[in-house]
């Protein structure tokens, strides 16, 4: 058996690395062992054990083997990966998902529920137009399961049962109900499950089914194999962790925080904080205080990373963690009281524990349901016991924890409900990326539980007061200074040169103003923004912005003021240029006597085997957006040949040339059409499926197409994409009561520099900067200084993206500073003088140098990057100087060794 299924499945559901390991390993076992209903125990325990040693024992009375991933890594898609797999490579149709509590068999149920966001099988071409069918524990005695029906006789199966449903020890001594005599069947439901001989049992979360009675109920079922998946395989007896002995594969959390997969979990404590000094009251509000400011500071830092990156806001939430149901009531008490916070939280709390009942638990439950919603008002939730396993939300980033954890797997279970990362990756910047714990008192604790050799945690270290301010802080638009002087300042609360004098006076002409800049991001491709400046730039700019303010119905002559368009963009044009430094877009690629393309291949399509759809579906074409229905063959582009439906997909491609690649594409695109042909009953239903599939279809074959890509090249040059950027408006965080501060003014304390704004610049392009150090802004003052500086500013995000890796890390790196002179540019950097030889700091400074020097090559002007010690910076100095001396140099390899 190869690994084809393997990897059509991990690539259509786009698996991680531990899930693709997962799904090799089971394509492994499928390999070697035969799994039926009569499968010899000790033979094929034997031969698992021969490649997978870890296994000891299957535990059970079918074999059963377990994969280990840590929470946040992705084990319900795991299921569907699993799931996809059984049924193209081993024609399985048959499955039992189990769930060991209500709120994990709702979240399965609409997790393998078509058109559900999350729904597992996206992308599974075999499930797209005949889902499987799912049997329930509420839906099951309607007969729906039941195959030997013409209907079901080639569909698949998934049962989704709580544990609870098939215990055999039920109150009363009584059968549960799956168990009993149905009248659609002649027997029960459950006899007729352990009665399949391709049954296959999905174990969530596991280390629940260890009990007895457990037990006993799936070794009842059957089935020809289990699969178990769980973060904890290990269960505690007394005061003793007994690991499971079936495990094939470990993913622990150590790995995935070490991969990048689930937040960095962080614990928060106060510098030389000193418990005795508080009784058990005191240090529980000041616990709930501390939260409650790690919690406004994550809001609002979630905040300005949606807006600065424009994505969907997070709204974040805090879990407090009470010792009973009495502590947890008062602990609201507390929360929703006017002397906490100014009653702010009232109304904002869910309490959630064993004790409410009816209306009162339905109500918190539903709240925990919908607390991922932005727009949901929950943003504190205290909890007894309550949130277990099953409660998958990606925003919880606070835990205030009020009761002891005595336990290690305790510790980790609690951790774990917040360790998924709500864009799925780490974004790099770390109120988004980590989780924390505010744990005055068991800090050292936690600290020690982390640091063991065994530990599966990996703790940083949050200082409440430095890390995170004591006062709430705030996001804030700064808007480019260009910006307020055409347009005027934003109408959120921001910071503006109220000097600076306003170009145009008029609401019209601001209007035109704005239309105009927006025009200008569609010119970004010139040489230089001088290049605006041109009488045919300026006509097609000043057509846009015509088109932009024209209103929507003609008004009459006297109801708006009419606008020089023509003046308004030359006025536009002519500040911009004099505010912006053109910072230019390149790229290295081939000179022109590179040679590539495509080597000659046979086109391997055996696992394709689309159907035909409905011709009541609609279609929408992905890019050209246009939709029809298949009954309305009229709507389609008609082509000559089958084969140009594949071709004219494959021509977008921007690597594949129709000149050059004519030949091979139409080789591949007949041998598609003969392999549909060859399973397809006619050639109406060919046509169906190369419209319907034929995004599908053609990414079939362009991804066998770069398996086979060559390119050599002599040379690569360096080409401009862009000119110039635009700049935009930045949001920044700043503590709630922060004022502008005269950047010139001494900081006296320098550790709370970062929540600072700063203004009074004569040249900046903004008028406001944050700096990260005290060097930073004596390095502005420097600047502001210099009669040779004629404008600079501090780069946010993606305007450089100078890409660099190291053995280390990789990513995009911004300078610092971007300044420009009369005669040259200047990327700066300061630093602190005992990270100058840093390997990360030297890689970036590489990755720099090499953009300055394109830069230079392709734009006429000098590029410069220095990299300057912290010490080095003082209100003497002049860019030039600092340049003379601190102008990086890449160190050859020669002199390095």
Known sequence: MSLQHVNAVANRLSLRPPQRESLQILDRLCEIVDFEKMTNMAEALKVIQSEFPSVQDFEREFPSLCFALATGVGKTRLMGAFISYLYRAEGIRNYFVLAPNLTIYNKLIADFTPNNPKYVFQGISEFAMEPPEIITGDNYESGRGIRGGRLFDEGVHINIFNISKINSEVRGGAAPRIKRLGEYIGESYFDYLSKLDDLVLIMDESHRYRASAGVRALNELKPILGLE????????????????????????????????????????????????????AGLERLKLEDGIHIHEETKVQLEVFARENDVNRVKPFMLVVAEDTTHASRLRAIIEDDEFFAGQYRGKVAEVHSNQRGEERDENVQKLLSVENPDDTTEIVIHVDQLKEGWDVTNLYTIVPLRAFNSRTLIEQAIGRGLRLPYGKRVGVPAVDRLTIVAHDKFQEIIDEANRGDSVLKIGLVVIGKDIPDKHSKAIEVRTNLEERLIGSPSSEGHTNTEQRSFFNTEPERKAAKAALDAIQHFERLRSSRDLNSAEVQEQIAARVAEAIKPVQADLPTMEEKVDVKQVVAEVTKQFIEMSIDIPKIVVVPSEDATYGFREFDLDSKNIRLQPVSKDILIQNLQSNERYKLQDSSNVASEKRLEDYLVRGLIDFDDISYDEHAELLYKLAGQMIAHLQSYLANEDEVFNVLVSHNRQLVDAIYAQMQQHYFETATSYEVKITKGFRTLRSTNVLAAADEDIRPFRQPVEERKYIRGMIFGGFSKCLYPTQKFDSDSERRFAVVLE?????????KPGRSVFAIHYRSGIEEGDYEPDFVVETKNAKYLCEPKQKDAMND???????????????????????????????????????????????????????????
């Open 839 to 897: 390997a990360v700091v030297i890689t970036k400074a590489e990755a720099a140098f090499e953009w300055c020097r394109n830069a230079s090559k392709v734009t006429g002007t000098p590029w410069v990057y220095v990299l300057i010690p912290h010490d080095a910076i003082d209100e003497s100095k002049t860019l030039a100087g600092l340049a003379a001396t601190f102008t990086y140099q890449p160190i050859k390899r020669s002199e390095a060794t």
């Open 785 to 793: 200084n210099d009669k040779q500086a004629l404008k600079w500013f």
């Open 229 to 280: 998946l769980t973060a904890t395989p290990q269960v505690i007896q007394g005061q003793y962790t007994v690991p499971f002995k079936n495990i094939i594969y470990s993913y622990p959390l150590s790995k995935a925080l070490e991969d990048g997969f689930v937040k960095a979990p962080c614990v928060a404590t106060r510098e030389n904080f000193n418990v005795d000094n508080y009784d058990k």
